[in-house]
């Protein structure tokens, strides 16, 4: 038995695979300013035409271009590994498989979409990438990218961490991106808000205003924005992850896996391990999938399906999804990426049709699931994938108890070599759970007033 299920280069997926073609009721489009669904033209300066086109395309299998994959070869097809020491320690008949996404040289699964973007920009002739990053993964993915495509990239960075998380900064650095501190002097939006509040921490919303403005406002015409999760083509883009695991599993002579897991921030690392078994379950199969999030963050667990922006300036169209409101604060508990306020809308329709069963964790959970990981399979997560393992060994508990022998497949969407201070503060015991008070939601919410309504369409099979 292998530990480790690896796939040749050859055998890599040749096409992404679109949830949208295979929903049972259609994505509700997204809205302008003047709540009219918003015509691809509409994004043209923010986003290159070929990616707008992905975004809204209906096709079930779209080809990657063969340069993409020529550079996606340096780290895929990432392995399938069994967690059998966990497994043991456990004392579980479940089989645990989890796809690593760590392998690829920033550390997460965010260059597999990193990739693909600064590829169609390149393609368009688009000569810079703009983008925000809170901790800073996203903006070492995009970096990477447009190194190895020779793009030029510009990245805003959220204050506060640009001051206490310098590495990823650095990491940006020497991948040849300038990365600088949001707000900053350098766009209206930044200049503005410095006159107001000069010591503020920053935000994403802020640093995501900075980053379109940067783009829409070359007269050349030849900068544009990149978002790391949350759209359509981002999720395409992320599939690759699962449409692997489903030929490693089955080389591993897995004929069924039960139980299919990822965390959740945005939606991208989940809707890259889930959407291929999601199609799956909409053809007949029995699987159970489950998209984890913080209990302090709990968009898909307790917040409403409806319209909202993407950022908390209100740059962005209205989207349909689950959603704690643009204005929502996340308290500070360390899985950055998972702070975010709503979630991809392929991934909420998928939500609002019953073919997910979202769950919601605590932080020191998580952070013990990740040590009791650490010292039997060996490798530190990041805190976001802590969310998952911690899913996976509930389950593993369950088919324990129940002595039931599943597969369990969840997403490693990377590691936590750069995320230690979390661990030290955990093991410190100076963290603690932070489940979202009801009054703090119901303020949240308060966003969303005046905000068209998404209607909750669903077909109503699972
Ligand atoms: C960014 C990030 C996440 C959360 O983003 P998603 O779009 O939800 O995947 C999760 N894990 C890691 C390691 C990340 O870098």
Not at 101 to 124: D, I, L, M
Not at 370 to 398: Q, R, V
């Amino acid at each position: 038995m292998s530990t480790k299920i690896l796939l040749d280069e050859d055998e890599i997926p040749r096409q992404w695979y679109n949830l949208a073609a295979d929903l049972p009721t259609p994505m509700q489009p997204p809205l302008g300013p003047d709540g009219n669904p918003i015509r691809p033209e509409d994004l043209a300066p923010v986003f290159p035409m070929n990616l707008i086109e992905q975004e809204v395309s209906q096709e079930r299998w779209i080809d990657i271009p063969e340069e993409v994959l020529e550079i996606l070869y340096r780290w895929r097809p990432s392995p399938l590994r069994r967690a059998v020491h966990l497994e043991k320690f456990l004392g579980t008949p479940a089989r645990i498989y989890y796809k690593d996404e760590g392998v690829s040289p920033p550390g997460s699964h965010k260059p597999n979409t990193a990739v693909a973007q600064a590829w169609y920009n390149k393609q368009f002739g688009i000569k810079k990438i703009t983008t925000e990053t809170g901790a800073g993964q996203w903006g070492s993915a995009l970096a990477f990218a447009c190194a190895l495509l020779g793009l030029e990239c510009k990245v805003y960075m959220v204050r506060i961490s640009f001051d206490q998380k310098p590495f990823r900064k650095l990491m940006m650095n020497v991948w040849g991106a300038t990365c600088v501190a949001s707000p900053s002097p350098e766009t209206q939006a930044g200049r503005d808000i410095l006159a107001k509040m000069p010591d503020t921490p920053g935000s994403l919303g802020i640093a995501i205003s900075e980053a379109i403005e940067e783009a829409v406002s070359d007269a050349s015409g030849q900068t544009r924005y990149a978002l790391g999760s949350v759209l359509n083509h981002v999720m395409l883009h992320q599939t690759i992850i699962g449409l692997e695991a489903k030929k490693q599993l089955s080389k591993a002579g897995e004929k069924k896996v039960d139980v299919v897991i990822g965390c959740a921030g945005g939606g991208s690392n989940f809707a890259g391990i889930a959407f291929p078994f999601v199609a799956d379950k909409i053809n007949g199969a029995q699987i159970e999938i489950y998209p984890v999030e913080p209990s302090s963050c709990p968009t898909l667990t307790r917040a409403p399906f409806t319209y909202d922006h993407g950022d908390v300036a209100k740059m962005t169209p209205l989207l349909p999804m689950y959603t704690l409101g643009h204005g929502f604060v996340s308290p500070p508990i360390h899985a950055g990426g998972l702070r975010y306020h709503g979630i991809a809308p392929l991934v909420s329709q998928a939500a609002v049709e019953g073919l997910l069963t979202p769950k919601a964790y605590g932080q020191l959970q998580c952070y013990q699931s990740a040590l009791i990981w650490a010292k039997t399979e060996g490798f530190i997560p990041a805190p976001e994938t802590s969310h998952a393992i911690a899913a996976a060994i509930d389950e593993a508990n369950k088919a324990k108890e129940e002595g039931k022998e599943k597969v369990i497949l969840f997403g490693w969407s990377g590691h936590g070599l750069m995320d230690l201070m979390g661990y030290a503060n955990f093991m410190d015991g100076k963290l603690i759970d932070f489940p979202l008070p009801e009054e703090d939601l119901k303020a949240s919410l308060k966003s969303l007033e005046g905000l068209p309504k998404a209607p909750v369409v669903k077909s109503g099979r699972w």
